[in-house]
């Protein structure tokens, strides 16, 4: 896709990956609609973009896990500019927790953001991508996505759950001319793990693998609306662990078991 005078839609843009990821479409001349629950944040991003040129940006208060919020922000996006092009489903929250210690509560809110936001944020720009036959839909997953972590099962769900739902949706809107494509990031330099459900830091260990810088995640996003490949990773690394967890499950398995038992003793 030809990224000049696009309408983009990103969720989750007030910080992390979402901000990254709008600072890096602002490279382009394009109009940008950032949604977020923090509307003084996306007050502020707003403002670093309108500042550049070529680039017009709309601040959106909204949480993806309400249906009429999300209604409502993308009848302003259109009010405002008509068709919106490209969709980057960002929103996302996590949670570390070992199975048998789960709060029940707190798991439901966050398939409420992770998977049902993006299924309302989705179903909202549909009808007019239909119409147009035109549209590029970008969902943001993770590695352990397509590996489930030790200590993170409740959030490696969701985004199994996402990527089930990319797929489908990837050959169902084909024949509409619009495309899908899975994002998978590996560990982010954000304040995405200081901000994790159960209020704690991960217990999987990703303090201690060596974060992509959120800028760089966010360049990669770019490309990949340009591009349009059914999957796409920010770093070489994150695709071989998918690779290799892919071709030794069993290896994975044990490295794995491993690891998590040598942070459990730690904590």
């Known amino acids: 896709m030809e990224l000049n005078d696009r309408v983009v839609l990103i969720t989750g843009a007030s910080m992390g990956i979402g901000a990254a990821t709008a600072l890096a479409f602002a490279e382009h001349p394009v109009r940008l609609a ?13 403002a670093e973009l309108n500042a550049r040129p070529g680039v017009t940006a709309l601040p959106l208060a909204a949480d993806v896990s309400d249906r009429e919020s999300v209604a409502r922000a993308v009848g302003r996006t259109q009010e405002a500019w008509g068709a919106i092009d490209i969709l980057v489903n960002n929103a996302g929250v996590g949670m570390s927790s070992p199975i048998g210690e789960i709060d029940l509560i707190l798991a439901r809110q966050l398939f409420d953001i992770n998977y049902w936001g993006a299924i309302h944020v989705t179903e909202a720009v549909l009808p007019d991508m239909r119409a147009r036959r035109d549209g ?13 972590m030790p200590g993170s099962g409740v959030y490696c769900s969701s985004k199994f759950a996402l990527n089930a739902l990319s797929e489908s949706m990837r050959v169902e809107l084909r024949p509409h001319n619009i495309r899908v494509v899975s994002f998978y990031p590996g560990v982010t330099e954000s304040e995405f793990s200081r901000n994790l459900l159960t209020g704690g830091s991960s217990v999987h260990g990703q303090g201690r693998m060596r974060p992509t810088p959120a800028a760089k995640v966010g360049q990669a996003i770019v490309r990949a609306a340009s591009r349009e490949p059914r999957d796409a990773y920010a770093t070489l690394f994150d695709r071989f662990f998918v690779f290799s967890a892919a071709v030794a499950p069993w290896l994975m398995d044990w490295m794995l078991a491993k690891f998590y038992g040598k942070r459990t003793r730690e904590n």
């Open 34 to 46: 950032l949604l977020a629950r923090s509307e003084q944040r996306l007050q502020t991003l707003a």
């Open 136 to 148: 590029l839909i970008i969902n943001i997953s993770s590695i352990i996505g397509r590996r489930a």
